[in-house]
């Protein structure tokens, strides 16, 4: 009891200080992707896989408590070894602010299935092995209400080191786009993702600006009305054909569908 009360606290404790990044986002401009504002997203991470001796980014995620990460389950591959990079902005240099974790315990949802995307369930908790330092360039992010919903059109913006375009270059930096939120009852139109997409995921964007390879695991950042950020969906999957495919927005697992897993995870392990 004792053991479950102090964890409660220390919940508490991240949760008042949760999606207030020392940098604002800009959230100004409005174009198909750009450089973040270095560390404006601070719950931000680099999921890397080793392959040899070497790391390389596969994924992004989002520290949503002291040492948990959230990302997404196709992220996550048996066998393969996974280090966390925060604090990161740009790839290509060292910047003084990294700091770098290795994955104590992969909890993947038990439900999902890499044969059966559209069955949802796209996501896996990472324990860190010991807590970052948290700082102007790593913070962690706010999580919705359980069975919150964004309105249709909310400006929402995606966060990532995925390609630039379809089969395009992996960018250095830190890339945003701003992605207006899609209602279910739209997205689930025929012509646009019809069955594929349940009611535990959201859609945003479907113009020209869309997630892609790379961006998969990272956040949807939308800002709630008491001004903080909260992580609302997590990138699932976009068009098989191009990124950015009108009327095939970015699918996100939905995280207001799943606070009683996480809650569950977090406390039991």
């Known amino acids: 009891m004792m053991q479950t009360l102090a964890l409660l606290l220390l919940q508490v404790a991240y949760v008042v200080g949760c999606g207030t990044p020392a940098v604002k986002p800009d959230t100004n401009r409005v174009v198909n992707g ?36 959230l990302t997404a389950g196709h992220c996550i591959w048996p066998g393969d070894v996974y280090r966390v990079v925060l604090g990161e902005h740009d790839m290509s240099k060292e910047e003084g602010t990294e700091q770098i974790r290795d994955v104590l315990r992969i909890i993947v949802h038990p439900n999902w299935d890499i044969d ?10 990472l324990k ?14 706010c999580l919705p209400e359980a069975g919150e919903i964004p309105t249709h059109g909310s400006p929402c913006y995606i966060s990532g080191w995925g390609n630039l375009y379809t089969h395009g ?12 939120v899609v209602e279910h009852s739209v997205c689930s139109r025929s012509d646009w993702w019809g069955i594929n997409v349940k009611s535990t995921m959201i ?52 995280i207001s569908a799943f606070t009683e897993w996480l809650s569950d995870v977090m406390l039991r392990y």
């Open 34 to 69: 750009e450089d973040a504002r270095p560390h404006s997203w601070p719950w931000q991470i680099s999921l890397q896989v080793k392959h040899g001796s070497r790391f390389h980014h596969t994924c992004g995620g989002t520290l949503i408590g002291p040492r948990w990460v």
């Open 116 to 125: 059966f995307v559209a069955a949802g369930n796209d996501l896996a908790l």
């Open 128 to 141: 860190l092995d010991k807590s970052p330092i948290m700082s102007d360039s790593v913070g962690v992010a």
């Open 169 to 180: 270059p992996m960018p250095d930096r830190l890339q945003q786009a701003l992605l207006p």
């Open 203 to 254: 859609c945003a964007g479907g113009d020209v600006v869309s997630g892609c390879n790379g961006d998969s695991g990272g956040p949807l950042n939308c800002l709630g009305q008491d001004g903080r950020w909260y992580v609302q969906g997590v990138t699932s999957f976009v068009s098989s054909r191009v990124c950015n495919e009108v009327k095939k927005p970015t699918v996100f697992t939905r």
